[in-house]
C-alpha cells in the first residue's frame, strides 16, 4: 500500500508520520508538503532515514507538482492534512487559505480522479474541522448532520474543501472519508496556537494573551489520539462517510491557561503566580466563536475509538515536551514566528 501523506511536516502530519512509519514497513509512506513556516522536517528525523518514507516538497496549489507526484509514486491512498491551519492569520491574509485549502484540495482531487481510474483499494481520506459546523452557544453538540456555518475565512476554507471532496464522491464516485475533529494540542505544534504559545511566553515571562473575557470553550483532543482516530477510520470507516472526533474535554480558554500554569509551578518548582501574574486579557477575535463541541459517538460506538489521554494527562504531557525540547523550541522561533507575534499581538496588548 503506497499512502501519500499531505502536509505530513506540520503538526497532526509529523505525529501521524512517526506513529506509523515504524508500525507499517510494508506500507510506502510519502510525505508532500510545501514547508511553509509551519513546517519542520527536523520533527521526522526519526524516520527521516526509513525505507518506506519518502519526502517530497510540493505545493499543492501547483496541479503539475502534485501530477508529477502522483506519477512518480502512484498512491493508493492520500491522507490530506496539508493547510494553512492558523484563524488568526485567516483574519489577516485570507489568500493563502483559499489556495491552499480550496484550491489545492481541488487539485488532489482532480488528481486522483485522473489517476484511479480503477477505483479498487483508493481512498482519499479528507482531515477536517469542527470550526465547519460554526459556534454553539452554552449547551449542545454538533453531530455528522449539523448544517455548516463557518465564521472564519480558515473555517470558511475548509468548508469549501470538505464539500468539494463529498462532491467529488457524489459525482465521480471517488471513494472518500472525511473527519472532523476539535482541537488538538501536544508535542510538535507551532507556538502561534493557544497552548504552545501560552508555555513558551509563562517559560520567558512574557504576556500570556487572552482574547476577550476568556470564556470561549473549546474541546480538547491529544493530538496522537486524533492520529489514531484518523488511522481507524481509514481502515474500517465506510466509504463516503463523515466522523466527528473528539476528546469531550471542553475547557474555557481561562480554564486551560491557568491549568498550564499550574502544571508548570509544579514541575518547576516555581510559585504559580509567578506564571499567573502573566495573564493578560486582550482585544478579541473578530468573529471569535463562543464554543465548539461534537457528538462522536459514531465514531466510538461504530469503530470502537476512545482517546487514550485525558485532557490533564495530555496536557502535563505536553507541558513536559515542551520543557525538554529547548532545541527544537529555540529553532522554530525564527524571525518569520518574531514577525507574526509582532503583527498579531502588538496593537492588542496596547488595547
Ligand atoms: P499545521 O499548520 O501545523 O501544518 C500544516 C502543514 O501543511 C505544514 O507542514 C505546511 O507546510 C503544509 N502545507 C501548507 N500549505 C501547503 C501547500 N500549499 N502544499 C503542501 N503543503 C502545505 O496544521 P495542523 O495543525 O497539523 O493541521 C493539519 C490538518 O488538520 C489541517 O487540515 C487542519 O485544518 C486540520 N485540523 C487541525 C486541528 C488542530 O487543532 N490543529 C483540528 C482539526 C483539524
Ligand atoms: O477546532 C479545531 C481548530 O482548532 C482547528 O481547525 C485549527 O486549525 C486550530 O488552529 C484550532 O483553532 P482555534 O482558533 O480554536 O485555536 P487557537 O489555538 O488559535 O485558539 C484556541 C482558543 O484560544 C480560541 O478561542 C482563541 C483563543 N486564543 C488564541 C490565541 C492564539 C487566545 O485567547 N489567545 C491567543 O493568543
Not at 470553550?217 to 489514531?228: F, I, P, T
Request: aromatic share 14%; charged share 25%; proline share 4%.
Amino acid at each position: 500500500m503506497k499512502i501519500l501523506v499531505t502536509g505530513g511536516a506540520g503538526f497532526i502530519g509529523s505525529n501521524f508520520l512517526l506513529t506509523y512509519v515504524p508500525k507499517y514497513p510494508n506500507h510506502t509512506f510519502i510525505n508532500l508538503d510545501k514547508l511553509t513556516y509551519a513546517a519542520n522536517l527536523y520533527n521526522l528525523k526519526d524516520i527521516s532515514d526509513a525505507k518506506n518514507y519518502f519526502f517530497v516538497q510540493a505545493d499543492i496549489a501547483d496541479f503539475e507538482s502534485v501530477k508529477t507526484v502522483f506519477d512518480r509514486f502512484e498512491p493508493d491512498i492520500v491522507v490530506h492534512f496539508a493547510a494553512e491551519s492558523h484563524v488568526d492569520r485567516s483574519i489577516l491574509g485570507p489568500a493563502e487559505f483559499i489556495k491552499t485549502n480550496i484550491v489545492g484540495t481541488f487539485n488532489l482531487l482532480e488528481a486522483c480522479r485522473f489517476y484511479w481510474k480503477d477505483k479498487e483499494d483508493k481512498l482519499f481520506h479528507h482531515v477536517s474541522t469542527d470550526e465547519v459546523y460554526g459556534s454553539l452557544g452554552g449547551t449542545g453538540y454538533f453531530t455528522e448532520e449539523s448544517r455548516y456555518d463557518p465564521s472564519s475565512p480558515y473555517s470558511a476554507s475548509k468548508a469549501s474543501s470538505d464539500h468539494l471532496v463529498r462532491a467529488y464522491h457524489r459525482t465521480y464516485g471517488l471513494p472518500v472519508k472525511v473527519t472532523n475533529c476539535t482541537n488538538n494540542y501536544g508535542p510538535y505544534q507551532f507556538p502561534e496556537k493557544l497552548i504552545p504559545l501560552t508555555i513558551l511566553n509563562a517559560l520567558e515571562g512574557k504576556p500570556i494573551p487572552i482574547y476577550g473575557k476568556g470564556q470561549n470553550v473549546r474541546d480538547w483532543l491529544y493530538v496522537k489520539d486524533h492520529c489514531e482516530a484518523i488511522w481507524a477510520v481509514i481502515q474500517k470507516g465506510r466509504i463516503g462517510e463523515t466522523y466527528n472526533i473528539s476528546g469531550n474535554e471542553e475547557r474555557k480558554n481561562i480554564d486551560v491557561v491557568e491549568e498550564i500554569c499550574q502544571i508548570l509551578a509544579e514541575e518547576l518548582g516555581r510559585p504559580v503566580t509567578e506564571f499567573k501574574n502573566l495573564i493578560t486579557f486582550v482585544s478579541d477575535r473578530p468573529g471569535h466563536d463562543l464554543r465548539y463541541a461534537l457528538d462522536s459517538s459514531k465514531i466510538r460506538n461504530e469503530l470502537g475509538w476512545k482517546p487514550k489521554e485525558t485532557f490533564s494527562s495530555g496536557l502535563r504531557k505536553t507541558v513536559k515536551w515542551y520543557l525538554s525540547n529547548a532545541e527544537w523550541v529555540s529553532a522554530v522561533k525564527t524571525g518569520e514566528y518574531k514577525r507574526w507575534i509582532e503583527r498579531n499581538y502588538a496593537g492588542r496588548l496596547q488595547g
